[in-house]
Structures are given as structure tokens and as C-alpha cells.
């Protein structure tokens, strides 16, 4: 599902009024919160996780919030470990779409499902991905088909990073090969820093991951973003040509992060939680924190976000099944 710019725009204005509510709606404030993350710090999941949990202290949602980092699984530990939490709004879960929409065409079983063991909040942000390269790569490269060329040429490192096996960086970075039918080879990380982190040393040639994740790395010339998936151009990289752009069809994609509760958590819980993120999420601190990592703050509904994780479930299963790839679970 590729998210229109109207969209952000209409559901940061929404979220604008309710930042006006004041902190009658979280009357009924937590003690302690924790918004928990699957993937490590410095990444974008874990920016978001924290903007917004800092914004909900501040606002009065809880007394005091930390993050929980519970990597593992490209993400799945975090939202098996919802499925435990107490339902009082206290705990809530940021996610990638990917762990929800596209792990269930990949994995034969997994230990959660994601329409009954969590209860959507709202949408957070959404964001591009970008294609980069390393010192690994010639300066010469600076464009996916010529990236394309040289891992013809050199078979033998044709090989890409991702935050996790069967995230959509991982297969956007097949679809990339498979467009010019070459067999890139996928090196699964736990999360997009650490593999640019391999990248910039020079251990591993490319790196498929959100824009934002990017950016921190540009500076030093050790990281050179060839192309970006969203069907117009990121305005956090605004100089680099899309994939549709340099002739892949049909390679117009980019995700979103959602904030989830345990399912069986009350309408009122429901509500009051929904309130809140919406008002965070307009914040103009988060709005400009959020920016610096390369996503869109966005809000939504709970009944909204649920319509999201559909459409997007049914668009990635053709395509995992024509990719062929599939998971132990």
C-alpha cells in the first residue's frame, strides 16, 4: 500500500485538534508505561518508540514511560510478548507492518496472530525504503542498474543486507534482482543499523532499509543511497531517483509503523490510548524528531489502521508467493 501525502496530511491535522483536548482524556493516567520495540536502539522503530513515549509522559497519558527493546526474530519476540501484557493501556506495542501483514505468508506457523492477539491503536508514521551501498562497491556505481551490472560481474558478492529475513527490505531487495534476473544474496540482521554498520566497513556490499536509516552515514562517503521505493521522490532524499524512476515497474512501495494494545483491552482503553497517540503524534516536537530520521508522523483510527493491515496483507501475499520465500516458524 503506498500512503498519499493527503493522507499524513489530514490525519496530523485530526490529530492537531486533539493535541488541544488537554489532559482531561488521560484522567485515568498510568503508572508506568512501556511502549515496546523488536528492534534494537538507534534504528527508526526504535526513534518512534521513543519520541512518542516521551510526549505521552509529558502529556499526562503516564507518570513515566521507558522503551523495551525486545529484539529477536526480526521483530516477532516483541509481539509475542503482547500477548502476556496487561490490558490497561500500560503497555503498547510499535511495529513495522511487515511483522503483521507479510510474516503470515512466510511463516508456516508463527507464535501470534495478528488480527486476534493485538487490538490496533493508530498508525504512527509512515516512510520510504532506500537501496545503498558501501565502500565495498566502486565509486562508480550510482545507480541501481549500474549496481545491477556490477553483480553481474562479480557474482560471487552479489549479496545485500535487511533488518530481518521476510521484512519488505528483504524482498524489495529480491524483487531488485529478480528485475534484471540476478540472484542477489540476502544477509538477515537484526535490525538496519547493524547491517549498515557491515556495510560502511565494507563486510557486506549493499543494504535495503528505511531512507532514515541512511542518512546519519551520508555525510562520511562511506554510504551512497542508489534508489528509493515510494512512487514520488523522499523528500529526506530528494536527489536520488526512485525505482519507477530508473525503469523498475511496479517497484512503487513504502510501510508504516502501528501502535497495537493486547487484544481484549476495553473500548475505553481503546479510545483513551487512541486520543493520546494522535495528540503525540502531532506534537511538533515528534512531527520534527520523527523528520530527522527520515519518517512522516501520521495518525489514524483504530478502525482505519485495521483497513490498512488488510489491504496490505492481501497486496504482499501474490508477491511472497511468487518470490517463493518461506520461513521455519
Same mark, same amino acid.
Given at each position: ?122 498508525? @504512527? ?20 542498474? !549500474? ?25 524489495? @531487495? ?70 519507477? !524512476? ?8 513504502? !510501510? ?39 519518517? !512522516? ?33
Amino acid at each position: 500500500m503506498t500512503i498519499s501525502r493527503r493522507h499524513i496530511i489530514q490525519s496530523t491535522s485530526a490529530a492537531a485538534l486533539l493535541a488541544c483536548i488537554g489532559q482531561k482524556a488521560y484522567a485515568q493516567s498510568v503508572e508506568n508505561m512501556r511502549v515496546v520495540t523488536g528492534f534494537p536502539p538507534g534504528g527508526t522503530s526504535d526513534t518512534i518508540s521513543r519520541r512518542v513515549a516521551e510526549r505521552l509522559r509529558v502529556a499526562g497519558y503516564a507518570k513515566n514511560s521507558v522503551v523495551e527493546n525486545k529484539t529477536g526474530a526480526g521483530g516477532q519476540i516483541a509481539i509475542q510478548y503482547m500477548k502476556t501484557m496487561p490490558t490497561d493501556g500500560s503497555v503498547i506495542l510499535q511495529t513495522p507492518m511487515s511483522m503483521l501483514g507479510i510474516y503470515p505468508h512466510i511463516y508456516k506457523k508463527l507464535q501470534y496472530d495478528p488480527i486476534n492477539d493485538l487490538q490496533p491503536a493508530s498508525l @504512527g508514521a509512515v516512510f520510504d525504503f532506500g537501496f545503498a551501498v558501501g565502500p565495498a562497491v566502486p565509486a562508480s556505481v550510482k545507480s541501481i542498474p !549500474e549496481f545491477l551490472d556490477w553483480c553481474k560481474a562479480n557474482p560471487n558478492q552479489a549479496n545485500f543486507g535487511s533488518p530481518g529475513a521476510g521484512s519488505l527490505p528483504h524482498f524489495l @531487495g529480491v524483487l531488485l534482482g529478480r528485475s534484471s534476473n540476478i540472484d542477489i544474496k540476502h544477509v538477515a540482521f537484526r535490525g538496519t543499523q547493524p547491517a549498515i554498520l557491515d556495510m560502511i566497513g565494507g563486510q557486506i556490499p549493499a543494504v535495503s532499509g528505511p531512507v532514515g536509516e541512511f542518512t546519519q552515514h551520508i555525510s562520511s562517503g562511506k554510504c551512497r543511497v542508489l534508489g528509493t521505493s515510494g512512487a514520488k521522490r523522499s523528500r529526506f532524499a530528494p536527489t536520488v531517483a526512485t525505482f519507477t !524512476e530508473q525503469g523498475l515497474k511496479d517497484m512503487a512501495f513504502n !510501510e508504516w509503523f502501528g501502535f497495537y494494545l493486547p487484544s481484549g483491552v476495553s473500548a475505553d482503553v481503546v479510545t483513551r490510548t487512541n486520543t493520546a497517540l494522535r495528540a503525540a503524534l502531532a506534537a511538533p516536537e515528534v512531527v520534527e524528531g520523527l523528520a530527522a530520521m527520515g519518517l !512522516e508522523s501520521a495518525s489514524s483510527t483504530p478502525a482505519e489502521l485495521a483497513t490498512m493491515l488488510k489491504n496490505d496483507t492481501n497486496r504482499w501475499g501474490p508477491i511472497v508467493k511468487a518470490i517463493g520465500f518461506t520461513a521455519e516458524g
